[in-house]
């Protein structure tokens, strides 16, 4: 007897005009650690630099949000080269911060910085939106930035996120932005 399917599942393909969003393969790890392994990118996701194993794990991590959550996070590819942009999606990582969003999907993104600029996180953030309405309905989603990290403050404010809450997560500052999940206009 088992208690919990644990089969493959199938991850939506999300395109916009200029990406398309599927879900991790084992043969993203490469691109995967060097983006996870650049000081810039990791600046303000928990400040250093990660390792294979832990990168390894972060995409074990992505499956499973897949398979329990039924959502999670895309690899982002650049269309026209098929190039590994980044990361879009939605989480639930249990967070311990004040005041909680545990059990409110927590929308996150990273691009490497060589696509930094060009409209490519906007662009792909709205594609997550748009999926999450379909999703979640009217429900609230989050997301959590550094007060720093003004490019994503950015992507976020062109999202209809806005400031909720100040807070700390291990021991740094972090803004808390929210929204209700509704088309985009």
């Not at 060009?118 to 594609?127: D, H, I, L, P, W």
């Amino acid at each position: 007897m088992t208690d919990i399917a644990l089969g493959c599942v199938e991850v939506p393909i999300l395109e916009t005009p200029r990406l398309l969003m599927r879900g991790h393969r084992p043969e993203d790890l490469e691109q995967a650690v060097e983006l996870w392994s650049d000081p810039e990118v990791v600046r303000f996701v928990g400040g250093k630099p990660l390792t294979r194993e832990e990168v390894w794990a972060r995409m074990l991590r992505y499956v499973g949000h897949w398979t329990w959550m039924s959502y999670g996070l895309w690899v982002v590819e650049e269309k026209t080269t098929n190039q590994f942009i980044g990361e879009v999606g939605f989480a639930n990582h249990k967070r311990d911060t004040q005041p909680s969003f545990i059990g409110e999907p927590e929308l996150g993104w990273v691009l490497a910085t060589r696509f930094h600029g060009k409209g490519y996180a906007t662009e792909a953030v709205r594609a997550a939106v748009e999926w999450g309405s379909q999703r979640f309905g009217a429900q609230r989603t989050i997301c959590m930035i550094h007060p720093e990290n003004i490019p994503s403050l950015r992507v976020a404010e062109k999202c209809s996120f806005r400031e909720w809450q100040r807070t700390s997560y291990r021991g740094e500052p972090a803004i808390l932005l929210s929204r209700e999940l509704r088309k985009l206009a």
